[in-house]
T-cell receptor, first 117, second 111 residues
Framework: ETGVTQTPRHLVMGMTNKKSLKCEQH?????MYWYKQSAKKPLELMFV???????ENNSVPSRFSPECPNSSHLFLHLHTLQPEDSALYLC????????????????FGSGTQLSVL | QKEVEQNSGPLSVPEGAIASLNCTYS??????FFWYRQYSGKSPELIMF????GDKEDGRFTAQLNKASQYVSLLIRDSQPSDSATYLC???????????FGKGTRLHILP
């Protein structure tokens, strides 16, 4: 148990559906992240929030919409996705961002395996 | 172009031998280097991190960093079947203040 909880674990959705992924961290961290993991590709950073403020949007299509109501919760709202968006979506947290050292260590949730039909 | 390169493998190592995993990176300004282990169907888990040139040992794991040559490696001594996993190298990208991952190396420990 890493202290980062993601729901749901699996999600199947049609291209016209709207769904949301949820992440909660119990570590008292200040930074939260969304990563996408596709087969045979490196982990891709999507969004970063530091103290609830979005500090990074890594050229992610607008059909992915993040929300961070507080430092412990992070959502990823999905709408009109494409089949190529099928992947494992990982939430992570770290103590801080922008500092070199132990505070950069990432703690990952179990991920949501998303299939878009 | 920000790049973290790893041999995708699979790397097959007999049980009890030393497994050596390598990673190169292109940003000379990078300062922090991490190794994550990911079992099939699971999320990545941090196993080692290193910030200074040289070796850092933790149990059966040793991380080695050479900033001049821009490579970082992970040695696993006395390899066990439970070490079979994908090992992800991650680098703090100094110019963009983000952590970039390599594609990972699949390690298979042969019983």
């Amino acid at each position: 148990e890493t202290g980062v909880t993601q729901t749901p674990r699996h999600l199947v959705m049609g291209m016209t559906n709207k769904k949301s992924l949820k992440c909660e961290q119990h570590l008292g961290h200040n930074a939260m992240y969304w990563y996408k993991q596709s087969a045979k590709k490196p982990l891709e950073l999507m969004f970063v929030y530091n103290f609830k403020e979005q500090t990074e949007n890594n050229s992610v299509p607008s059909r992915f919409s993040p929300e961070c109501p507080n430092s412990s919760h992070l959502f990823l709202h999905l709408h009109t996705l494409q089949p190529e968006d099928s992947a494992l979506y990982l939430c992570a947290s770290s103590q801080d961002r922008g500092t070199v050292g132990d505070n950069e260590k990432l703690f990952f949730g179990s991920g949501t395996q998303l299939s878009v039909l | 172009q920000k790049e973290v390169e790893q041999n995708s493998g699979p790397l097959s190592v007999p049980e009890g031998a030393i497994a050596s995993l390598n990673c190169t990176y292109s940003d000379r300004g990078s300062q922090s280097f991490f190794w994550y282990r990911q079992y099939s169907g699971k999320s990545p888990e941090l196993i080692m991190f290193i910030y200074s040139n040289g070796d850092k040992e933790d149990g059966r794991f040793t991380a080695q960093l050479n900033k001049a040559s821009q490579y970082v490696s992970l040695l696993i001594r006395d390899s066990q079947p439970s070490d079979s996993a994908t090992y992800l190298c991650a680098v703090n990208w100094a110019s963009g203040d983000k952590i970039i991952f390599g594609k990972g190396t699949r390690l298979h420990i042969l019983p």
